[in-house]
């Protein structure tokens, strides 16, 4: 997904606010790029079909687990997100948390959970190196986990 550098910013912000919980929360997007064939070369490995969306807003959860280990979303909370964000014509893109000890990588629990939001980026703020956080991205698809790339929302338009 597009995503400018002031929301990744607020992911890192959250995460550090909540440590050493793991925060939580939703990331609201545009849809891909409109149809109208892929790029010149083909799509770029890992790029969603129609194009990668772009973030617009992040929206913090509460962790009900208030836990180092893990995250829980209240299901009412999600459903009022979701209802909130299609409501403004934008879709879910992504569901947040932090690692505060690991590295960035989806858990076990994180493959289990992302089974149930399929095309939804799974997205890691890593604090274990408290030096340099790390935000990254992921798709998880029955189980199969891929890395797909967290690019600068201002990406220059394409050439042509
Ligand atoms: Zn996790």
Redo the contacts with the bound molecule.
């Keep these: 997904m597009l995503i400018a550098p002031d929301l990744l910013q607020q992911l890192i912000a959250h995460a550090l606010q909540e440590a050493p919980n ?1 925060c939580c929360g939703v990331i609201a997007s545009e849809p891909g790029a409109a149809p109208g064939g892929p790029a010149p070369g083909g799509p770029e490995p890992g790029a969603a079909p129609g194009g990668p969306s772009r973030a617009v807003r992040v929206h913090r959860a509460r962790n009900t687990a208030a836990s180092p280990l ?2 829980e979303i209240d299901g009412l909370e999600v459903l009022k997100l979701i209802e909130a964000i299609e409501r403004d014509g934008l879709e879910l893109g992504a569901i947040y ?3 505060t000890r ?1 590295a960035p990588r ?2 076990q ?2 493959i289990n959970f992302a089974a149930h939001w399929p095309g939804v980026e799974w997205v ?1 703020v890593g604090l274990a190196d408290p030096g340099s956080p790390g935000v990254r991205s992921y798709l998880i698809d029955g189980g199969a986990v891929s890395e797909v790339e967290l690019r600068p929302g201002s990406a220059v338009p394409p050439r042509g």
């Design positions: 793991e893990r995250f948390h932090s690692h690991t989806p858990s629990t994180d890691i």
